[in-house]
């Protein structure tokens, strides 16, 4: 699919399920046709602590930037480190709203201040404009890692291995909690 997006680094720091790295944010993007029969474009977002631009953001400029020549209808999967923050929200919907063509994914590693009310809030605002979004499991490790890794070998334990000072969340189970009771809006 291309060349290294990802070292083993940036996946063990940004995107272990029960660590929680101050400062740091990634996301991978891919681009393919709805059928499947295409893959388009891919590539890579980060947030270091010092910049005052959020990954989404570029990510987002990234996308508009690669979509001007995609007429057919296609999905963008974000594979994130965190969910985006409320901060984020309004930026992603107007880019579902600008572009009808786009089902967006939203495959995420953690849930961003998953106790902070408008980063909640944000998340069901997500999901009533037809934001897929899910927490990352296994599968989607592997298929992130060896397409768009740098050929090292990944193991289950590095992924999901409690960390000694953060413990464990399940964020499945946080992220059902939180989009309980919200309503799709129909526009598509």
Known sequence: MGRAWLYYTTLKRDFRKNFFPIGTSCIVYMITANDMSDFYRSGLSLKWRNQREHAEEEC????????????????VTLFMSWTP????VPIIIDF???HRNVRLRILAARIYYHEEPENREGLRILFTYCV??????????????YSFGDNKSISRELIYKPHPYHGITNWETELRKIL???RRKVFR
């Open 60 to 75: 987002i400029d990234k996308l508009e930037y690669e979509l001007c020549n995609v007429k057919r209808p296609c999905t």
């Open 85 to 88: 923050c409320s901060e984020c």
């Open 132 to 145: 897929d979004l899910k927490m990352m499991k296994w599968a989607d490790y592997y298929f992130l890692w």
């Open 180 to 182: 309980q009771g919200g």
């Open 96 to 98: 579902v709203q600008r």
